[in-house]
């Protein structure tokens, strides 16, 4: 049956009506949700606010990994995750290149784009295209009351062009607008100037004599396509420093590693596995420093096909004894506004950095996908990632089988020295339940 006023309910009398409708009744669902309550009502009311409909809270670990040496700064990164294997993986990482100089990370660029998504039924192109320019001083200063203050930081709206969209959809434009967001996002401030931008031409369009046709705007909205916003990180070393610690040389290590990059960049079916483990790296460090994964995951994956086939985001080479391996991404990220200084977790991540701006984070958090990327596969091309992975993962399974601390201790001890699959462990478990002891 449908519920109607849902959101209108006490968060207590939601409860009430899940566990009822959606439970049965049962007490221990509504005590599954009652224990994830935060103890100070002040927190968990914040918590409560940050979006409709709260019944409790979801956690997942947050973890640090050291030793990120990047541009000469060494960082300590959170990263919230909920995959067992992939903070281990970063810190494993930044260790290796810590000793070889570190990271060398670079923004090439911060812009951002929106767009007035609008239709015109006129003819010529060209009449609309010189009112525009002549009325662009107009959308300046119309929208100067909400850029003033992003314009004091160094931002603001950077250009304004018709873009004529004629091809695609009959009568169809858009005015593209570049923006400079500072240390934001800037999803708000983008969104409230393009509807502003919108009024200013609906209304100097359709009330001119100049321009026959009206204009229909569609949409106002920022893309989070940002190929203009981009952070580069390189590493590099002699190939000889490529020691990896199994009994492969380090020439052939960098070799196959060079070739497993390469294979990535050519395949799309090993780049989209390739790139995901990119972004667990980077997604842990999007979801600590309270930005948005999913403008940053979209964004990544439409870069990753700019030239028309999905290809690797990282790059890999050998030249002159030389190994080399950099990212480029986009990443539009923001160190002020959001939930940046609401959730003390979010503050808590920032300081943990020394309250970088968005710059040094675009370039901390890319950093920490080429780290998890060069872990990935180091492992793939050596080890397999199976040993690496189920390691991590066996407390997972430990914990599921509802093993004790005593039990867990001397499985873990047992698996040391061998990749644990999931069968083993049960058999494992079982036997010490049993009362064997493990050798
Ligand atoms: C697993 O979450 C990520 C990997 O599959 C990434 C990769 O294959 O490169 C290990």
Redesign the pocket.
């Known amino acids: 049956m449908k519920v109607s006023g849902f959101s209108k309910l006490s968060k207590l009398a939601k409860i009430e009506w899940l566990i009822d409708n959606h439970f049965g009744g049962n007490e221990k669902a509504r005590e599954t949700l009652l224990n994830y309550w935060h103890s100070d009502e002040k927190l968990q009311q914040i918590h409560d606010e940050f979006i409709e409909n709260t019944l409790t809270n979801f956690y997942v670990p947050f973890g640090i990994a050291p030793n990120f040496l990047i541009n000469g700064k060494n960082y300590t990164v959170p990263m919230v995750i909920e995959?067992s294997?992939?903070v281990a993986?970063a810190a494993k990482s930044a260790n290796f290149w810590f000793d070889k100089g570190g990271f060398k990370a670079t923004v090439k660029s911060t812009i951002k784009i929106g767009h007035v998504h609008f239709t015109w039924d006129g003819d010529h192109f060209d009449l609309l295209d010189n009112f525009i320019t002549s009325i662009n001083q107009k959308f300046y200063s119309e929208t100067n009351s909400i850029t003033a203050n992003m314009q004091k930081r160094g931002g603001g709206i950077l250009e304004i062009n018709l873009k004529d969209k004629t091809q695609d959809i009959p009568n169809y434009y858009q005015l593209e607008v570049k923006f400079e967001t500072c240390d934001s996002m800037g999803a708000n401030f983008i969104n409230s100037c393009l509807e502003k931008l919108a009024d200013v031409l609906k209304s100097e369009i359709n009330s001119s004599e100049l321009i026959p046709n009206q204009v229909e705007v569609v949409m106002c909205i920022l893309s989070n396509y940002t190929p203009e916003c981009i952070v580069r990180v390189d590493v590099t070393c002699p190939i000889e420093q490529m020691v990896e610690g199994t009994d492969i040389s380090a020439q052939k290590f960098a070799e196959r590693f060079t070739l497993a990059v390469n294979i990535?960049e050519t395949q799309p079916y090993?780049a989209v596995?390739?790139?995901?483990?990119?972004m667990?790296g980077i997604d842990s460090v999007i979801l600590a420093t309270g930005n948005d994964f999913r403008a940053v995951e979209a964004s990544a994956h439409a870069y990753a096909s700019r030239d028309g086939r999905y290809s690797s985001l990282t790059h890999a080479k050998i030249e002159n004894g030389i190994f080399n391996f950099h990212i480029e991404i986009p990443l539009a990220l923001g160190t002020v506004g959001g939930i940046t200084g609401l959730h003390p977790m979010v503050k808590f991540s920032h300081q943990l950095m020394g309250n970088p701006n968005a710059e040094e984070l675009m370039m901390i958090a890319a950093t920490v996908g080429l780290a998890?990327?060069f872990s990935?596969?180091r492992?793939?091309t050596t080890t397999g990632?199976q040993q690496g992975?189920m390691k991590m993962h066996l407390l997972n399974i430990l914990n599921q089988l509802e093993a004790t601390e005593e039990e867990k201790k001397m499985i873990v001890k047992y698996f040391i020295k061998n990749t644990p699959h999931h069968a083993e462990v049960v058999d494992a478990f079982q036997r010490v339940r049993g009362g064997e002891v493990l050798k």
């Open positions: 995959e294997s992939v993986a990535a090993r596995t390739h790139n995901k483990g990119i667990n998890q990327n990935a596969l492992s793939l990632i992975h």
